[in-house]
C-alpha cells in the first residue's frame, strides 16, 4: 500500500504544531557564526519532555552543548559542598543561629521528615535550599527531570561535546559571600515562605510559566523573585543574576568564536530583564532573534 508523502508531510507539520513550546528560545547570531539561548528549569515532571521540535532541531544542528554546569559531575558538587556550605570540624549551624531561628528550623526540618542533628554541620543557606528543594519534590517536580538531564541524555546520544559556562565549586562559591547575618536572614525568609505556602506558589508559577512558554508569566515570576527588600530577593537579583549574566556573556562570546553552532541551555531567569543574556549579547552586537 503506498502512502502519499503530502499526506504524511501534513501530520507530520500537525504534530509539531500540537506539540507544546516550553521555555524561550533565542537565536543568536554574529560574523556567519549561530548560536541558540533556550531557557530551562532544574527540576520538572517527564510529562514535559520530549521538548517540542523547534528546540529539538536547533539541537540536533547545534555542534556543541553548552549548560551551566555539567549536572553529571557529583565528586565536583561534593567538594564544592566540603569547601563553601559546611563548618569546619567542630563548629555547628547551632552556633550560627538565634535560638528562635533554631527553634523554627528544627520545626521546619520536622514537618519535613528531616532531623538536625545529622545536617548541623550545613549552613544556614545550604539548609534553606534542602527543604525548598524537599517541598518542590513533594509536589512532584523531580531535579532528575530537570530539563539539563534531558539536553544532556540528548547530546550524548547525538555525540556532542558538552562546554561549562561555570562550575559547581564558583556556583557555591557566590552564597558563601553570605555573612552569618545574611544566611540567617536568608534561612528565616524561606522558612516563613515555606510555611505559608509562598515558596512552592512562586517555584510552581515559574515551572508552570516555563511549561506554556508563557512570557508575562515568565517575567512575572523573575519579578516576583527579584523584588522585594529581602536578602534573598536581592541576592537573587545583584549575585545569581546581576554578577553572572555578564559574565555567561563573555562565556557565550568566547564559545561562538571557536563553534560554528552551540546550543546553551541555562536557567529561565538568564533570559528575562533588563541584565539578561539576550540583552548583553545585544549590547556586544550580535543579532538576538526571539523565536519564542
Known sequence: MSINPHLSEGAAALAEQAAPRRGALYRVQNAGKTSYLFGTVHVGKQAF?????????????STTLVLELDVRANDQ??????????????DSVRRHLSPETLQLLEQAMARA????????????????????????????YARS????????????RQRKPLRELESA???????????????EAYLRENLA????GVSLKKTAGLIDAWSTADAPGIKAAWKTLVSGDTVSA???????????????????????????????????????????????????????????
Request: net charge negative; aromatic share 8%; charged share 20%.
Open 169 to 183: 565549586d564558583y556556583q557555591l562559591s557566590l552564597f558563601d559571600t553570605l555573612d552569618d547575618a545574611q544566611q
Open 77 to 90: 558538587f561534593q567538594r564544592a559542598l566540603a569547601r563553601y556550605a559546611r563548618y569546619a570540624p567542630g
Open 234 to 292: 536581592a541576592f537573587m537579583e545583584r549575585t545569581l543574576l546581576g554578577k553572572r549574566n555578564p559574565e555567561m556573556a563573555a562565556s557565550i562570546e568566547d564559545i561562538m568564536k571557536t563553534d560554528q553552532v552551540a546550543f546553551v541551555g541555562v536557567g529561565l531567569l538568564h533570559l528575562v530583564g533588563d541584565n539578561s543574556l539576550p540583552e548583553l549579547l545585544r549590547e556586544r552586537g550580535y543579532q538576538v532573534e526571539q523565536l519564542y
Open 193 to 196: 515562605e515555606l510555611a505559608s
Open 113 to 140: 521528615g528531616m532531623s538536625l542533628a545529622g545536617m548541623e554541620q550545613y549552613k544556614p543557606w545550604l539548609l534553606a535550599n534542602i527543604l525548598v528543594g524537599a517541598e518542590i519534590e513533594r509536589h512532584g
Open 49 to 61: 519532555f520530549p521538548l517540542e521540535p523547534q528546540v529539538t532541531r536547533a539541537l540536533a544542528d
Open 145 to 156: 527531570n530537570g530539563v539539563e538531564q534531558y539536553l544532556l541524555s540528548t547530546a550524548m
